[in-house]
């Protein structure tokens, strides 16, 4: 059973739960959340387009957990771009065990031959540049066409080392899904093994994670930008991991100052979308301050989301379908939407 000090104000003292065991439900208003207002929450959810999930999980038990569209518990959800927070899970893993050497490590040794020959400027780029969209390739991923062509080139790798810098490595954001993939293949390199093997052993098992698919590039990398497809519920169990700082219990299965530096401001792209105003970026996380709460998320194309409010002690996921009839953005604002203006408001601190 999870160890959770569970019936108090989100305040209370708070055990790190065993993630490696399946959730325990309790009512939303056991855990401070109004039922009335999460129903409402849940009604609206009904009609979102698009969405596939929506679970709610505040001091570690799941208080909100509803499917759509003929999905379920056992559903794999390709969750896109919350990949890249997985892979910067990965990472911290992978430099706490001397696999990276760390995130100075250069790009000329991430990588090398026979996958790849990098000299010049592009050798100095660094594994901190491409965790915080700072590697300086030209590169226009603005729209699903930019992130297509490269996906859809006979060598996803040669495809982005063949792109001119636009900028000097470290001085630019310029969100890159392509140079996120090359952390995966240095990470596959360094360990001498698939990344998704590397996540089987040191992440996903520790969580009980077993249901799981990864798409890989064509020279049979995992893809590092996109395509790992989970359940929903081993998708709260990341989000909770991270709340409660790498540990599950007693087990620390990525570093304590990995998270803190993974969550921490690295850069300032600014702007918002859809309720989210002044975006900033960690170590592949999104971050922001939504009603007076920091939040940090996980956020992938048409509208996958772990969304966490650490101070509320909240997880929400919700995953929505790729081919739904909306335009992209349509789809992902409203369900963050969702998030932001409908569940969050239901939760008493």
Same mark, same amino acid.
């Given at each position: 059973?999870?160890?959770?000090?569970?019936?108090?104000?989100?305040?209370?003292?708070?055990?790190?739960?065993?993630?490696?065991?399946?959730?325990?439900?309790?009512?939303?208003?056991? /855990?401070?959340?109004?039922?009335?207002?999460?129903?409402?929450?849940?009604?609206?959810?009904?009609?979102?387009?698009?969405?596939?999930?929506?679970?709610?999980?505040?001091?570690?038990?799941?208080?909100?957990?509803?499917?759509?569209?003929?999905?379920?518990?056992?559903? !794999?959800?390709?969750?896109?771009?919350?990949?890249?927070?997985?892979?910067?899970?990965?990472?911290? $893993?992978? $430099?706490?065990?001397?696999? $990276?050497?760390?995130?100075?490590?250069? *790009?000329?040794?991430?990588?090398?031959?026979?996958?790849?020959?990098?000299?010049?400027?592009?050798? /100095?780029?660094?594994?901190?540049?491409?965790?915080?969209?700072?590697?300086?390739?030209?590169?226009?991923?603005?729209?699903?066409?930019?992130?297509?062509?490269?996906?859809?080139?006979?060598?996803?790798?040669?495809? *982005?080392?063949?792109?001119?810098?636009?900028?000097?490595?470290?001085?630019?954001?310029?969100?890159?899904?392509?140079?996120?993939?090359?952390?995966?293949?240095?990470?596959?390199?360094?360990?001498?093994?698939?990344?998704?093997?590397?996540?089987?052993?040191?992440?996903?098992?520790? !969580? =009980?994670?077993?249901?799981?698919?990864?798409?890989?590039?064509?020279?049979?990398?995992?893809?590092?930008?996109?395509?790992?497809?989970?359940?929903?519920?081993? !998708?709260?169990?990341?989000?909770?991991?991270?709340?409660?700082?790498?540990?599950? =219990?007693?087990? /620390?299965?990525?570093?304590?100052?990995? $998270?803190?530096?993974? !969550?921490?401001?690295?850069?300032?792209?600014?702007?918002?979308?859809?309720?989210?105003?002044?975006?900033?970026?960690?170590?592949?996380?999104?971050?922001?301050?939504?009603?007076?709460?920091?939040?940090?998320?996980?956020?992938?194309?048409?509208?996958?989301?772990?969304?966490?409010?650490?101070?509320?002690?909240?997880?929400?996921?919700?995953?929505?379908?790729?081919?739904?009839?909306?335009?992209?953005?349509?789809?992902?604002?409203?369900?963050?939407?969702?998030?932001?203006?409908?569940?969050?408001?239901?939760?008493?601190?």
């Amino acid at each position: 059973m999870f160890l959770v000090a569970c019936s108090g104000p989100a305040s209370a003292p708070f055990t790190s739960i065993d993630l490696s065991q399946s959730w325990v439900a309790a009512s939303p208003a056991s /855990q401070h959340i109004d039922s009335g207002s999460l129903a409402v929450a849940y009604g609206r959810a009904q009609s979102t387009v698009g969405l596939r999930s929506l679970l709610v999980v505040r001091n570690g038990l799941l208080v909100g957990e509803q499917y759509f569209g003929g999905s379920d518990a056992d559903t !794999l959800h390709d969750v896109r771009s919350v990949t890249k927070s997985v892979i910067s899970l990965l990472v911290g $893993i992978a $430099i706490a065990s001397g696999t $990276i050497t760390g995130t100075s490590e250069r *790009l000329d040794s991430l990588i090398h031959p026979p996958v790849a020959q990098i000299d010049g400027p592009k050798a /100095q780029i660094s594994a901190e540049n491409l965790l915080t969209m700072t590697s300086g390739f030209a590169w226009d991923e603005s729209t699903a066409a930019g992130y297509n062509e490269w996906a859809l080139a006979p060598d996803q790798i040669e495809f *982005l080392l063949a792109r001119p810098l636009a900028d000097a490595p470290g001085t630019r954001f310029t969100y890159n899904s392509a140079a996120v993939h090359l952390l995966s293949v240095g990470l596959s390199l360094s360990s001498g093994d698939s990344t998704q093997a590397f996540a089987d052993h040191y992440l996903f098992a520790p !969580l =009980a994670i077993h249901e799981r698919a990864w798409e890989v590039d064509n020279r049979g990398y995992n893809n590092g930008g996109a395509g790992l497809s989970l359940r929903a519920r081993d !998708l709260a169990k990341i989000g909770q991991l991270v709340l409660q700082e790498g540990a599950s =219990a007693s087990q /620390q299965v990525v570093p304590a100052d990995w $998270i803190r530096q993974s !969550l921490a401001t690295h850069q300032r792209p600014g702007g918002g979308y859809g309720p989210v105003n002044q975006l900033r970026y960690g170590y592949l996380w999104w971050l922001s301050t939504v009603r007076g709460h920091a939040v940090v998320f996980a956020w992938g194309y048409r509208g996958q989301y772990i969304f966490l409010v650490p101070d509320l002690r909240l997880v929400v996921i919700a995953t929505s379908a790729l081919n739904a009839p909306i335009h992209p953005d349509d789809e992902a604002q409203a369900v963050l939407s969702l998030i932001v203006d409908d569940v969050l408001p239901a939760v008493r601190e």
